[in-house]
């Protein structure tokens, strides 16, 4: 598509093993990655979401309904 991957922005559909790894490697380049779900429900922040912190939040939690993203 010719577009720059810090020009875009990403919705991942759960947040196992492949979701996991593809939130981590598209961040890790630059993606701006705006929503992420799993099973349970998901969270939206329009700035990005940082992958250290829905980390933390998920490997406590076991789920990503319930993490409020300040913005």
């Known amino acids: 598509m ?13 947040f196992g093993n492949v979701g996991f790894w593809a939130f981590k490697n598209l961040y890790e380049v630059g993606a701006k990655i705006i929503a992420v779900s799993d099973i349970h429900g998901g969270t939206f922040a329009p700035n990005g979401l940082d992958l250290n912190s829905l980390s933390k939040y998920y490997s406590q939690k076991k789920r990503l309904k319930g993490l409020m993203v300040h913005q």
């Open 2 to 14: 010719n577009k720059d991957i810090k020009d875009t922005t990403i919705a991942i559909q759960g």
